[in-house]
């Protein structure tokens, strides 16, 4: 006969929670990389705009 653990309830209780807030860590963190990514190709796009502007203005002056 196999020997029932009474703290079988809390142990299985307490890996859930470990697992859980390991889970929420990794997405926190994911957030924070996508926000990194969207600054990133926000600054990809400004510098494009700027390049763009000064490609015009220079094209008018010089013609």
């Known amino acids: 006969m196999q020997y029932h653990d009474p703290n079988i309830g809390a142990r299985i ?8 807030a390991q889970s929420h860590s990794r ?3 994911g957030r924070r990389a996508s926000v990194k990514s969207r600054l990133v190709v926000l600054a990809i796009l400004i510098a494009a705009l700027v390049a763009f502007v000064l490609w015009l203005s220079s094209g008018t002056t010089a013609s």
């Open 27 to 29: 997405n926190r963190h």
């Open 13 to 20: 209780q307490a890996e859930g929670m470990r697992i859980n």
